[in-house]
């Protein structure tokens, strides 16, 4: 549902959705109750695990992105945003997301296949993975405090983020962006150790809801007075951001259920459920250029002969983003197909075209 969340996000761009469903903040909850469940075993091989699996996928759609961007002519040494030499040290950053990786602000044209923003928007998921990465290697040291200090530790990353969210401390460039991301969600990602560690139930149901609450009343009430370009988009808003997904997520883990499967009439959507778990970070890698890959191919519908007047362009034009909508899901479909096996080399396990839970029939025995 998170990875949904995301895709509808980004398409339709409705502000509204991030106070609906805050799931970056659900995506790094639930990646961080797996971090504390896998550091039962010793700190070294399991952030080194979760490094290797990160990796290989990374290094496909790097590959793809910096050949796409390469042909267009983007020379990383000229380029007089990044500074010389030091953009091509930078291209390091698409190996091992420790930082934010360089890209042209503007490659092609408007009037081209893309528009010229395409590779800062094909960029843009490049964040998430490199918070991820160092929310894994702070983990044991995080963990570990959370056991000493609970409530410091749960709190600190709120705190951290009222500091740096507001303004009273800046740090400039991308080392300040990186270090808001790691405020701003690491009261989730915190959240997920102290539910894998059993922290949550210790406190009573009624009052953790309380407290959630009146959290998430204060974000709201901290988006109403600071509202950035996009209105209530509460991620240009981190205080408000940390507070109503922190919120939400202790929330959340207060009822979450434990399934095998999907219940009742939810059972339809399993093995969608399943596939987008095993696909997670496929899918969150290349939503954003399948995205833009929409478009080209819904232009080659003014070409159509049956749309050759103005009523058929009208109304081409008016459901333009929902065609991108319907167009981007088999799209992901193929991108899963083309490059959704490299999760599983990553993981040491055999390669799987369709990860969906489905069980293959076993051949019924011959009768002699």
Wanted: with cysteine; proline share 7%.
């Amino acid at each position: 549902m998170a990875l949904v969340r995301v895709v509808v996000y980004h398409l339709f761009g409705w502000a509204w959705l991030t106070i609906l469903f805050p799931s970056m903040g659900v995506m790094f909850a639930l990646a961080g109750s797996l971090m504390a469940r896998s550091l039962k075993r010793p700190a070294p091989s399991v952030i080194r695990g979760r490094i290797r699996r990160l990796l290989p996928p990374l290094w496909a759609f790097s590959a793809v992105l910096l050949t796409l961007m390469f042909a267009g002519g983007w020379n990383p040494a000229k380029d007089p945003d990044l500074g010389g030499t030091w953009g091509v040290v930078e291209l390091f950053d698409y190996l091992v997301p420790v930082g934010a990786p360089p890209y042209p602000w503007s490659l092609g044209s408007d009037s081209g296949l893309l528009e010229s923003t395409w590779a800062e928007q094909a960029v843009g998921p490049l964040w998430y993975l490199r918070a991820y990465l160092w929310f894994v290697v702070a983990s044991p040291l995080l963990l570990w405090a959370l056991r000493r200090v609970p409530w410091a530790t749960l709190l600190a990353p709120l705190a951290l983020t009222a500091v740096l969210g507001t303004g009273l401390v800046t740090i400039p460039g991308e080392t300040g962006n990186a270090v808001t991301d790691f405020a701003v969600y690491g009261g989730c990602w915190v959240l997920g150790l102290a539910h894998q560690e059993g922290v949550l139930r210790r406190i009573p149901r009624y009052a953790a809801v309380s407290c959630a609450t009146l959290l998430m009343a204060f974000g709201l009430w901290w988006a109403s007075g600071h509202q950035g370009p996009e209105g209530w988009d509460l991620n240009d808003i981190p205080l408000a951001q940390a507070t109503w997904s922190f919120g939400f997520v202790a929330i959340l883990l207060q009822y979450s259920p434990s399934w095998q499967e999907l219940p009742g009439r939810l059972a339809r959507w399993d093995r969608l459920v399943t596939l987008s778990n095993n696909r997670a970070v496929t899918i969150y890698l290349w939503h954003n250029m399948l995205i833009m890959a929409t478009g080209p191919l819904i232009d080659r519908a003014y070409d159509l002969p049956f749309m050759q007047n103005e009523q058929a362009v009208a109304a081409l034009d008016s459901t333009y983003t929902f065609w991108m909508f319907v167009l981007v899901w088999p799209l992901i479909g193929l991108a899963i197909l083309a490059f959704g096996w490299i999760e599983d080399i990553a993981a040491k396990r055999g390669p799987r075209l369709w990860p969906n839970g489905k069980k293959r029939g076993r051949p019924r025995a011959r009768q002699v």
